[in-house]
């Protein structure tokens, strides 16, 4: 388990994971949406996730979801490299009823992030904001990950395929494997 506190002007955050854990959640980063978001992260993924965080969201949730989603990135990286013995490369796709979004995984130690979803609300809860969460989790994670929009209507149902698609791709990229480091280089 790692554990990571930051503290800024505008978000004070102290993120726990275990990767070996059995998917549970104690969220609580006063946006109600993400924290469902962030419980979903944990069950699907089967990490354990725990974050406080006291943010400006008076302002507005910018700063409290783009810094969980550096923190938790941080966190994820010390948990996981340097990278052996895992799957490495990993895609899934889950669907909400209507909805389906694909995320295809690297955990190769080189950021990148294809995000291609829709724009649009949840209530006050702007959805590109789910675009710096993701940012912000896989440029601190140090992998590579490609988030692709198929199909969908409802907006809530469309951003919980993606943290359920991320989730079942994250798991299964971590996954035990017998052959060492996955790489040709022989290091990642």
Same mark, same amino acid.
């Given at each position: 388990?790692?554990?990571? +506190?930051?503290?800024? +002007?505008?978000?004070?955050?102290? !993120? ?15 946006? &109600? ?19 406080? #965080?006291?943010?400006?969201? $008076? !302002? ?19 948990? =996981? ?22 995320? #295809?995984?690297?955990? &190769?130690? *080189? ?19 789910? $675009? ?5 989790? =896989? ?15 409802? *907006?809530?149902?469309? =951003?919980?395929s993606a ?5 079942v791709a994250? *798991?299964?990229?971590?996954?035990? *494997? ?7 280089? &022989?290091?990642?």
């Open positions: 388990m790692v554990e990571i +506190k930051r503290e800024t +002007k505008e978000t004070k955050i102290l !993120v726990r994971v275990d990767i070996k854990g059995s998917g549970k959640a104690d969220v609580k980063s006063g946006v &109600g949406f993400f924290d469902h978001m962030l419980e979903t992260l944990a069950k699907h993924s089967g990490i354990d996730i725990f974050v406080r #965080c006291d943010g400006d969201i $008076e !302002v507005d949730y910018h700063h409290t979801i783009e810094d969980i989603g550096i923190v938790l990135g941080e966190a994820l990286y010390k948990e =996981v490299f340097p990278v052996k013995n895992i799957e490495r490369f990993a895609n899934a796709v889950a669907i909400l009823d209507e909805a389906a979004v694909e995320v #295809c995984i690297d955990i &190769g130690g *080189r950021p990148y992030l294809v995000y291609e979803m829709p724009d649009g609300a949840i209530r006050d809860f702007d959805l590109e904001l789910i $675009e710096e969460f993701f940012k912000s989790l =896989v440029f601190n994670f140090k992998i590579a990950a490609h988030i692709i929009y198929k199909r969908g209507k409802n *907006r809530h149902h469309i =951003v919980e943290f359920k698609s991320f989730a994250l *798991r299964r990229a971590l996954s035990y *494997r017998e052959n060492g480091i996955p790489s040709t280089k &022989g290091l990642i």
